[in-house]
């Protein structure tokens, strides 16, 4: 039908049969809006389609700009990975159930690190105090990180960690415990998050200020391109921007916002884009809204790839390739009814399966009560399992494309997005528009907007505020963090402080300091001398924070 | 002259995730009340004397790390020592049920679980302080 | 209930934080006992040395406070801090933030930091925050900063109760320095453009010292225009070199005085308007025929002037 027929034929029936319908009967709303607060028509047509070129902006999996996927066989060579993020108390128990993750089908690792590590301080610190081992696994040294690994082939296992201010130091062990595995560096597949940005924007574990950690940030692009060509050296996140608020839209121009700086970073002093770019990964939530949520995933996938070949004149088509972990909103999981979240889980993940995600962690269903145990784990990696299994959703790729609302969604989510990167722009770049606040403020006032709505019901939370249950059933075994890891890791720690070599760790801390002073040394290489040596993550975060000082945070 | 009631938002220990605590503080400050909030990482030490040089009539401590079982006793132990354990302390993010009861014996007044709404804990506090 | 007025007196003058502080909300709610109790702080205490801080919001000034007590906690000197942030009209409630850039002086024992919303004040000055600076001299605080954010006349009118009032600016306020209203210019003691090591940040020093320029003439202090980095602590002891330089200035030229009696004046206004908004302007208000009188005027039948007359003044 010739596009004027259309545009004739759907007036005809907005008029006439929907519109007659709609004044007999109502709508269920005055107004239908997306999680994210954009208008949903009640219908999406070819007309929709009218301004969107195919071979442009949709093109074909693994080719440019890689709306359909980064992929040409995506899902049916390989599934994504299944990667359930793990860690609390000690490196043994956090062992314990890496082991029974991958025993009961889970095909890549994601370590949960505890505050103190995540924040660069040793189990025996002031401030450590109460935290040891409660929201990941406690590593103070070397020795800790030999039996996180313990039984687990390096070679044929990829590990994301989840560690930013200090993830040079823990790449840095992972890289010698493989080593004393007797497994090479450049056979080691896996991430770190390594995303300083949206710390400071979103989830509050940085170390040093901005100017320094993009130095650090910047040293282990160039280590792993020569060292470790198989090791994603950032996980550019918007989950926590999203889990802090933000609404979908800003979750993906923050994001790709976030990616442009740290391109530009090491662009600025003298990498060769193409040399990194391939590299660099990306991290999004899956949230509720399942037609947002696609769309999303796919507008990332194009903007990026714009981004790098306008921008950055990237030449290899991996630098354009957008390759992301996705997880599911952990922060649309309820307390009460918790069984409710097994059906938000669920659909959450299938967002991430249309929208051709790499990797996948799916949330148990206890969440918003505790860690997960075994059997709530388990239940969130069946989910991923029956969905690659026995619904048909991996089978052809990207199914949604051609969808009148997803497709339009997703292009109005690369100008909606583009909009925000330009306003960036203007304030010079996301470093300096986290330092003004606006990213923050930006988030925060989602953040309330949607608080209100949940609070007057224009945004139904099953069992929160409708269906609600006057005594709802307590959840029974919740996971508790064993009460003596704190004493056991301490005690520990002690230990290996009195049988390594002193003298050495403080030569080899000695040149972490020359390295950080000097702004032409990698700063891995003396970083991995002193992992060697066991000396702890406090000792080489101190070196750094005596260098580069700590970050204040400025705006609420 | 109108009495006004001031709270004290806190975020104790290492723990990041401050959402909650900045929406509550604008819930409380939109009800009318006046609300000092300290940031990230405060330490018992540091929230006790935001508190008494505030003179606050309540402190609401948010925590998603695990870590209240260590810090809500030192906090009200430094309140005690300070002889402003007149201050009702509330306290928000995941806390484990099972925990509910020590805490209310170590002097906390509620703890609200995610979810509830705003109101609430508006409502809660008008009462405690009159 | 009435309290005992000397015993407090007594208590907050040994420094005792849980009556300082309690006494400040005393003021702050206008109670009967803050009455008696500031009867007595009237007639008995001198006041200390006050340095009023304001700025747009992101200059920094919070973290350049911070580095200045820093600075004044070395030689031992006492301070108490008075962060001002502003009442919604909306709500009546404040969100008070100021505490989050002076976490590292947050615990040390000689210093105090208050937290102050401005309330129903008209304009911006809140008649609590003089009463506070005298509760803190009585404490024993050596310096008092008075710190608020915007360069509007309300924070104009807050700060020019110091006895040195210090301007942060950054370099990128650009064009709005030329609209900064004229009190600006006059009241500012110090001028600081901080965030120096952002680009045009000399450019920005220029424009104020033109700005300045209008103040010539012998004994006339001259306010200089100072390049801080407060994150990264440059240039705060040349502030801190001015800020001597000028307490020094207003006591060699005996402005001290004059200054005092003009804070007292700015008080006693503000007290005198907020007592008559209390007993006449607010009863009127509540009064429904307050309501009948507006209709009346709309509908022509009546006009303001007359009506007042009729209200307030007979």
Redesign the interface.
């Known amino acids: 039908m010739s596009d004027e027929k259309l545009k004739k034929t759907e007036k005809d029936w907005e008029e006439n049969k929907y519109g007659k319908t709609v004044n007999r009967f109502g709508e269920r709303k005055d107004e239908f809006k997306s999680d994210s607060g954009r208008t949903i028509k009640p219908l999406y047509t070819p007309l929709d389609l009218e301004n969107i070129d195919y071979e442009e902006s949709i093109n074909y999996p693994g080719q440019y700009p890689f709306t359909r996927g980064v992929y040409p066989t995506m899902y049916r060579s390989k599934f994504w990975t299944m990667r359930q993020y793990a860690g609390f108390g000690n490196a043994k128990e956090t062992n314990q159930r890496f082991r029974y993750l991958l025993d009961q089908g889970q095909t890549g690792l994601s370590v949960a690190f505890d505050l103190p590590t995540q924040i660069g301080y040793d189990s025996d610190h002031p401030l450590a105090r109460g935290e040891v081992g409660k929201v990941g696994v406690a590593i103070d040294t070397l020795a800790d990180m030999e039996v996180l690994f313990d039984q687990i082939p390096l070679d044929e296992v990829s590990t994301s960690m989840t560690i930013n201010a200090p993830a040079s130091i823990l790449l840095a062990m992972y890289m010698v415990v493989a080593e004393k595995q007797g497994v090479n560096p450049d056979k080691l597949a896996g991430t770190i998050q390594n995303d300083i940005l949206k710390e400071y924007i979103a989830r509050g574990t940085y170390i040093f200020p901005p100017e320094p950690s993009l130095r650090i940030i910047t040293d282990i692009f160039d280590y792993c391109s020569k060292e470790m060509p198989r090791w994603n050296t950032i996980s550019i996140s918007g989950y926590h921007i999203r889990e802090a608020g933000s609404d979908a839209i800003q979750e993906l121009a923050f994001t790709i916002a976030d990616g442009i700086e740290y391109v530009q970073a090491a662009v600025d002093i003298g990498m060769d884009v193409d040399q990194f770019a391939p590299r660099l990964s990306f991290f999004f939530n899956a949230q509720m809204d399942l037609f947002e949520e696609i769309a999303k995933f796919r507008a990332a996938r194009r903007l990026w790839a714009e981004v790098m070949e306008e921008r950055f004149n990237a030449k290899k088509d991996k630098s354009k390739m957008l390759r992301f972990h996705t997880q599911t909103a952990g922060s649309a999981l309820t307390a009460q009814q918790p069984m409710n979240n097994i059906m938000r889980v669920t659909l959450q993940a299938l967002s991430a399966v249309l929208g051709g995600t790499q990797s996948l962690h799916t949330n148990s269903y206890d969440e918003a009560l505790g860690l997960p145990t075994e059997d709530s784990v388990k239940i969130a990696l069946r989910t991923q399992q029956v969905l690659a299994h026995e619904t048909g959703a991996a089978d052809t790729i990207d199914p949604m494309a051609g969808s009148y609302y997803v497709e339009s969604l997703t292009d109005k989510f690369v100008k909606e997005a583009k909009e925000y990167i330009d306003k960036i722009d203007e304030l010079g770049g996301m470093a300096k528009a986290i330092e003004a606040g606006f990213v923050q403020r930006e988030i925060q006032e989602s953040a309330y907007q949607t608080q209100k709505k949940v609070e007057n019901k224009e945004k139904v939370v099953v069992g929160v505020n409708k269906f609600t249950e006057e005594e709802s059933k307590k959840a029974e075994n919740l996971l508790k963090v064993n009460p003596e890891v704190e004493k056991h890791q301490i005690n520990g720690l002690k230990k290996i402080k009195e049988k390594r070599d002193d003298s050495k760790v403080n030569k080899a801390l000695q040149k972490v300091k020359i390295a950080a002073q000097s702004e032409d040394k990698n700063l891995m290489y003396p970083i991995i001398e002193a992992v060697k040596e066991y000396a702890t993550i406090g000792e080489i975060s101190d070196v750094l924070r005596d260098e580069y000082g700590e970050y204040k945070a400025q705006y609420i | ?4 009631i ?1 709270v004290l938002i806190a975020k104790p ?7 909650g605590a ?2 509550i ?17 405060q ?1 018992p ?2 929230i006790v ?2 508190a ?4 606050v009539d309540v402190i609401g401590l948010s925590i998603l ?7 809500f006793p030192e906090i009200m132990k430094r309140l005690k020592d ?3 354990d007149d201050i009702a302390v509330i306290a928000g993010g ?1 806390i ?3 925990d509910h009861t020590e805490l209310k014996e170590l002097g906390i007044k509620a703890v609200f ?3 509830t ?3 609430d804990i508006v409502d809660f506090i008008k009462n405690e302080v009159n | 209930m009435d309290i005992d007025i000397d015993k407090l007196y007594k208590e907050i003058k040994n420094g005792n934080e849980n009556k300082i502080a309690k006494a400040i909300s005393m003021v702050e709610d206008g109670t009967k006992n803050a009455l008696k109790l500031m009867e007595k702080v009237y007639k008995n205490v001198e006041p200390s040395y006050m340095v009023g801080i304001s700025g747009p919001p992101g200059s920094g000034k919070s973290t350049l406070t911070q580095r200045i007590v820093q600075l004044w906690r070395k030689e031992d000197i006492k301070v108490g801090i008075i962060a001002i942030d502003p009442t919604s009209h909306f709500s009546g409630g404040a969100l008070l933030g100021d505490r989050i850039r002076m976490n590292e002086i947050a615990t040390d024992s000689g210093v105090f930091i208050r937290s102050m919303a401005t309330r129903g004040s008209m304009g911006g000055l809140n008649s609590s925050i003089y009463d506070t600076v005298l509760l803190f001299s009585l404490a024993g605080y050596d310096y008092i900063i008075i710190e608020t954010v915007g360069v509007g006349q309300n924070e104009i009118d807050i700060v020019k109760l110091a006895d040195t009032t210090i301007f942060v600016t950054v370099p990128e306020a650009g064009d709005e320095i030329q609209a900064y209203k004229a009190g600006l210019m006059e009241v500012g003691d110090i001028f600081v453009v901080n965030k120096s090591d952002r680009p045009n940040s000399q450019q920005m020093v220029l424009t104020i010292e033109q700005l300045v320029s209008f103040k010539e003439g012998k004994d006339i202090w001259k306010p200089p225009v100072l390049s801080t980095n407060a994150l990264k602590n440059e240039g705060v002891s040349n502030i801190n070199k001015w800020i001597n330089k000028h307490h020094t200035y207003l006591k060699d030229n005996n402005l001290l005085q004059k200054s005092r009696k003009n804070v007292i004046k700015a008080q006693m206004i503000n007290l005198m308007e907020k007592t008559l908004n209390e007993k006449y302007i607010k009863p009127v208000l509540k009064d429904k025929k307050f309501e009948k009188y507006i209709d009346l005027i709309y509908e022509k039948k009546e006009d303001p002037y007359t009506v007042i007359e009729k209200l307030l003044l007979n």
Do not use: F
């Open positions: 002259m109108e009495k006004k001031k220990g290492l723990d990041g995730h401050d959402r900045k929406v503080a604008r819930g409380l400050k939109e009800a009318g009340m006046e609300v000092v909030y300290t940031g990230l990482r330490t030490e540091q004397r935001s008494v040089q505030e003179d790390s695990g870590a209240h079982t260590y810090l300070a002889n402003r995941i484990p049920e099972d679980q995610p979810g709404p705003i109101s």
